[in-house]
């Protein structure tokens, strides 16, 4: 993996202002971005979200997920610690983009679960890897951190990318009556496929 020039700008919040970075692998044409609150070197072991991109919930609001709500109150919590970095990876639909996310939406209101519909599109649970927030966090200097998420996949992805995770913090939003459904079916669901995933993950070397 090898980024290009790596701009900066400033960029101030309703929660506080950060710093942008724009990140393009330029072997794979991946983009990301990193809004770091504080100013560098930042500490080993500061807090950090990775964020997948979530057009229908970060951008119009949808009350399908919680991503919208989980977005900004990482950015509150980072911005109100002074420190941390907040990584907004392009991984729409769980990694499986967005066309085939809005396929996997028409299946759910037939009936299947998250998860059923993207195996039923021929995808696994959750396709997304980690090896790029992994390299913006070695290119800002940052060897270990406190993650904040729910998400054990991404503990083992960062770790086997060379990142190590100190603490898992958990990111905890209340249930509303249209994202009931989905956060109970995440977790019996979800929390499956990560145990399958750590397995697999202790069964081989990085």
């Avoid at 997920?65 to 109100?80: E, I, M």
């Avoid at 907004?88 to 209101?109: F, H, P, S, V, W």
């Avoid at 503990?155 to 509303?176: D, F, H, T």
Wanted: aromatic share 8%.
């Amino acid at each position: 993996m090898r980024f290009g020039k790596v701009p900066r700008a400033k960029l101030p919040t309703r929660f506080g202002e950060f710093t942008i970075y724009g990140f393009r692998d330029e072997e794979s044409g991946e983009e990301a971005v990193a809004l770091v609150a504080g100013q560098p070197p930042l500490q080993a072991g500061v807090l950090v979200r990775i964020h997948s991109q979530c057009l229908t919930g970060d951008v119009f609001s949808s009350e399908r997920c919680d991503c919208r709500d989980q977005l900004h109150a990482a950015l509150a919590l980072l911005a109100g610690s002074g420190a941390g970095v907040f990584i907004y990876l392009q991984q729409e639909g769980r990694g499986i983009g967005l066309t085939n996310k809005i396929r996997a939406y028409e299946l759910q209101d037939q009936g299947l679960d998250t998860v059923a519909a993207n195996e039923e599109l021929g995808f696994e649970a959750d396709e997304r890897h980690y090896r790029l927030p992994a390299e913006i966090l070695k290119y800002l200097g940052i060897p270990s951190v406190r993650l904040l998420s729910n998400n054990p996949d991404k503990v083992s992805g960062l770790e086997c990318a060379g990142i190590e995770v100190r603490e898992r913090v958990p990111l905890e939003i209340p249930p509303k009556s249209s994202t009931r459904e989905y956060l109970e079916v995440k977790k019996r669901r979800m929390d499956t496929c990560f145990r399958a995933s750590e397995k697999q993950l202790s069964a081989f070397s990085c």
